[in-house]
């Protein structure tokens, strides 16, 4: 009997040519990957041992890859995106700032039992912020549906999160506490207008001082050399700005008799002073925009307006003739609003520079 040979061209045939290939295929690709693995484990314990990459072939020449150094940075492209905020937010800053100043020292003003058109000052300007403060916060996000977005949660960790709510609380505490003091004075005082003002100004004075500077916080706690560097100082100088600023304008606004209004403006105005003094003498590379070109301008103008300007004027009201002095703390008034305003001008506009320069996030030295 004859044995049947099978044929070579069959299906089982072709069947088992391309298990072959592909098996073929599979060892070869795993011989590529574990030969791809060996070399990449060489150039690891190379980089250990030197601290440093030196291996051929590691960027090829025109390859798409980063590659930072000081010459050109991360290819002259910074790595950090400029703050998106237009006019309304160094405005929303002075705004917010002089108002939760305003609140506090208008409620202490009324539980030490001092003039009745201080306090009413105080509270009227701190009314005036926090009906000034929301509009411009909800023209920067665009939409007002985005703040209401921020108020369906609180983190405690978010520095935006804890703000937006002290502006929530601040704003209707000091318009109440304006409200039931003005219907009192028209229509003459009652009990649930006296719980109203009690109230309102309670909360006033414990949301006004985190309102005054939270936004020093905030902004210290973003990527922004210039301002990550100063976080630490950022909260006491926007406080000690807003509470200048804050008395200033009680000032003009005809409060030039009190002595406690002229200690708090010249605590403050010392404390600017300093302040100045201090970033001036820092020679942090990070710290440049609020140094040179016109950010430093800015910054410069600011805090003299702020610091020793209001300081030489209000120490000089303290010697000559009533007339004199009340002429003195009104101009040193105006410098401090003036100064407060052009403060937080400077911050942003030094904060758009920080973000400019590609070398300060990697900390290269020129």
Same mark, same amino acid.
């Given at each position: 009997?004859?044995?049947?040979?099978?044929?070579?061209?069959?299906?089982?045939?072709?069947?088992?040519?391309?298990?072959?290939?592909?098996?073929?295929?599979?060892?070869?690709?795993?011989? #590529?990957?574990?030969?791809?693995?060996?070399?990449?484990?060489?150039?690891?314990?190379?980089?250990?041992?030197?601290?440093?990459?030196? %291996?051929?072939?590691?960027?090829?020449?025109?390859?798409?890859?980063?590659? =930072?150094?000081?010459?050109?940075?991360?290819?002259?492209?910074?790595?950090?995106?400029?703050?998106?905020?237009?006019?309304? #937010?160094?405005?929303y800053?002075?705004?917010?700032?002089?108002?939760?100043?305003?609140?506090?020292?208008?409620?202490?003003a009324?539980?030490?039992?001092?003039?009745?058109?201080?306090?009413?000052?105080?509270?009227?300007i701190? =009314?005036?912020g926090?009906?000034?403060?929301?509009?411009?916060?909800?023209?920067?996000?665009?939409r007002?549906?985005?703040?209401?977005?921020?108020?369906r949660?609180? &983190?405690?960790?978010?520095?935006?999160? %804890?703000?937006?709510?002290?502006?929530?609380?601040?704003?209707?505490a000091?318009a109440?506490?304006?409200?039931?003091?003005?219907?009192?004075?028209?229509?003459?005082?009652?009990?649930?207008?006296?719980?109203?003002?009690?109230?309102g100004?309670?909360?006033?004075? =414990?949301?006004?001082?985190?309102?005054?500077?939270?936004?020093?916080?905030? #902004?210290?706690?973003?990527?922004?050399?210039?301002?990550?560097?100063?976080?630490?100082?950022l909260?006491?100088?926007?406080?000690?700005?807003?509470?200048?600023?804050?008395?200033?304008?009680?000032?003009?606004m005809?409060?030039?008799?009190?002595?406690?209004?002229?200690?708090?403006?010249?605590?403050?105005?010392?404390?600017?002073?300093?302040?100045?003094?201090?970033?001036?003498?820092?020679s942090?590379? =990070?710290?440049?925009?609020?140094?040179?070109?016109t950010?430093?301008?800015?910054?410069?103008?600011?805090?003299?307006?702020?610091?020793? %300007?209001?300081?030489?004027?209000?120490?000089?009201?303290?010697?000559?003739?009533?007339?004199?002095?009340s002429?003195?703390?009104?101009?040193?008034?105006?410098?401090?609003?003036?100064?407060?305003?052009?403060?937080?001008?400077?911050?942003?506009?030094?904060?758009?520079?920080?973000?400019r320069?590609? &070398?300060?996030?990697?900390?290269?030295r020129n």
């Amino acid at each position: 009997m004859s044995e049947t040979v099978p044929d070579a061209s069959g299906p089982h045939a072709r069947e088992l040519n391309l298990k072959d290939s592909k098996s073929e295929r599979l060892n070869s690709q795993n011989s #590529i990957d574990l030969e791809r693995e060996r070399r990449l484990e060489e150039i690891r314990r190379a980089a250990e041992r030197h601290g440093q990459l030196q %291996v051929d072939g590691a960027r090829a020449a025109g390859a798409p890859f980063p590659q =930072a150094n000081p010459e050109n940075g991360y290819y002259q492209i910074p790595l950090l995106k400029e703050p998106s905020w237009t006019w309304e #937010i160094p405005l929303y800053l002075f705004v917010g700032g002089a108002a939760g100043a305003a609140g506090v020292v208008g409620a202490i003003a009324d539980y030490t039992g001092a003039d009745r058109e201080l306090v009413k000052h105080a509270r009227w300007i701190a =009314a005036a912020g926090s009906v000034l403060s929301p509009p411009l916060l909800i023209a920067d996000l665009g939409r007002p549906e985005r703040f209401l977005a921020m108020l369906r949660v609180f &983190k405690p960790k978010s520095a935006m999160s %804890v703000g937006v709510w002290t502006l929530l609380g601040f704003s209707t505490a000091a318009a109440a506490t304006a409200f039931a003091a003005f219907l009192s004075d028209r229509y003459g005082p009652s009990l649930p207008l006296r719980v109203l003002e009690n109230a309102g100004q309670a909360a006033s004075l =414990a949301f006004g001082l985190p309102f005054s500077n939270y936004t020093g916080v905030l #902004i210290g706690a973003t990527a922004i050399p210039v301002w990550n560097c100063n976080a630490a100082e950022l909260p006491l100088h926007f406080g000690a700005s807003g509470l200048g600023a804050a008395v200033g304008l009680m000032d003009l606004m005809g409060d030039r008799k009190s002595g406690a209004l002229q200690a708090l403006a010249l605590g403050a105005a010392v404390f600017e002073t300093w302040e100045g003094f201090s970033i001036e003498r820092r020679s942090d590379p =990070a710290l440049d925009p609020l140094k040179h070109g016109t950010s430093g301008l800015i910054t410069r103008t600011g805090g003299v307006l702020s610091g020793p %300007v209001p300081l030489i004027l209000r120490t000089m009201s303290l010697f000559g003739s009533k007339k004199r002095s009340s002429s003195l703390r009104r101009l040193a008034a105006a410098s401090s609003v003036a100064g407060s305003l052009i403060t937080r001008i400077a911050w942003i506009n030094a904060g758009h520079v920080s973000a400019r320069n590609y &070398k300060l996030p990697l900390r290269i030295r020129n």
